[in-house]
């Protein structure tokens, strides 16, 4: 078998991804377990539309100069307790995996389900590939230490989606994807705020449907459910280290700079509003209203986020449901125009993104509220 791992990295001979203690080692393990090289699933991860996870790359050169001296004390405790590496050996099949019995899902679900799978494990492996890009570019040992802890557990957490993938038959191949998808270019400052959101609403979407399972056990069609509270806890880890790189510059949360944030907050809320209501089925079977559980998400998020950034959106506006709604609608007609094709098709769609880019609008121009960030940024996940 050949292991391409990197001489200067270590290793702990493991042959899980849950066991890797490297991104290199987890990728290698990954890349000798794609076997399958399933075509369908790797396409899915390959797309690039607005609503599906993108690859990133950005100027690693000013990433690398950050000094993160000024929030020493608050750096180091987080760098400890990611070190410390209290999930390593936990992203594994064990008895507690059931059997899932993919032959007898009502196909409907079953489609939406894999959809999930796939689009959550391009997520996840779209952290790893920039992050350890980022390890591997820069010199500046703080910031190079957290980008590899990052990669690591972003590298766990896709292996075990494609452990989950492999069951139904279907693998995405991250090798390829690294190669071949496109990536897409964003200074630094629009990485921190576009990722450290993607992390925290990622805790936030993971323990709603935790902490709903917990209560509602019958309705967990699927074992991966139960991996999420140790899941979203590594997501909120993330989280923090965001929030903290932008804390080493006043500048990045204050001035212009909060439009950009206002911007990435709802363009965030909304594709996920929008990429929910995609899979009725699934959350159907997770008895979970999708209007429900966006606003749960939502509010969680922007208590979150109140660590560093100085607004929060208002969801409880009179205009913020019923626009999100006809954003959805406009979607809905955008895709039909897609798959009827031809000028009346073609029509369908432009229409459709008319209307989606005045429902963008309309949201982006509901008032913010504003309050006082804390001196202290570090927050515990809590709910
Ligand atoms: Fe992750
Ligand atoms: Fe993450």
């Known amino acids: 078998m050949n292991m391409q791992v990197p001489q200067n990295s270590r290793t702990s001979g493991a042959t899980h991804t849950a066991d890797a203690t490297t991104v290199e080692e987890s990728l ?46 608050e750096w180091d405790e987080l760098i400890a307790q990611m070190e410390a590496d209290p999930n390593k050996g936990h992203f594994k099949k064990n008895e507690d995996w059931d ?17 999930f799978l796939i689009s959550s494990c391009t997520a996840e492996f779209s952290g790893c590939v920039l992050y350890k890009e980022m390890k591997r570019r820069g010199n500046n040992k703080d910031i190079t230490q957290l980008f590899q802890l990052m990669a690591r557990d972003e590298a766990r957490h896709a292996g075990f989606i494609n452990d989950a993938l492999r069951e139904a038959g279907l693998r995405v191949n991250l090798g390829f994807l690294t190669q071949s998808k496109k990536y897409t270019y964003f200074r630094p400052k629009f990485i921190y705020y576009a990722t450290y959101l993607s992390e925290k609403i990622g805790y936030a979407r993971y323990i709603t449907i935790f902490r709903h399972l917990e209560a509602n056990p019958e309705l967990r069609f699927h074992p991966i459910f139960k991996w999420f509270e140790e899941w979203c806890n590594d997501e909120f880890s993330h989280g923090e280290a965001f929030a903290l790189l932008m804390k080493t510059d006043p500048k990045l949360t204050s001035g212009r700079n909060v439009y950009w944030i206002k911007f990435f907050l709802t363009a965030v809320y909304a594709t996920m509003y929008v990429r929910d209501h995609q899979r009725p089925a699934f959350h159907k079977a997770l008895g979970v209203d999708p209007d429900w559980y966006a606003h749960e998400v939502f509010t969680k998020t922007s208590e979150l986020t109140k660590q560093i950034f100085p607004i929060t959106l208002d969801i409880d506006h009179p205009r913020w449901q019923p626009t999100l709604e006809r954003l959805q609608r406009a979607n809905v007609q955008i895709a039909t125009g897609k798959k009827q094709g031809g000028l009346g098709g073609k029509l369908k769609e432009l229409v ?29 996940p809590s709910y």
């Not at 121009?365 to 309050?371: A, G, R």
């Open 99 to 115: 059997h899932v019995d993919w032959e007898n899902m009502e196909p409907q679900l079953k489609k939406e389900f894999i959809d």
């Open 28 to 73: 290698a393990i990954q890349e000798e377990q794609a076997k399958y090289d399933d075509n369908f699933a790797t396409e899915t991860a390959m797309a690039n539309t607005l609503l599906t996870p993108r690859f990133y790359t950005t100027d690693f050169d000013e990433l690398d100069a950050i000094n993160v001296d000024g929030i020493r004390a």
């Open 352 to 380: 459709g993104s008319a209307k989606a880019a005045s429902c963008f609008v309309s949201l982006y121009f509901i008032p913010v509220k504003t309050h006082k960030v804390p001196a202290v940024t570090r927050l515990v």
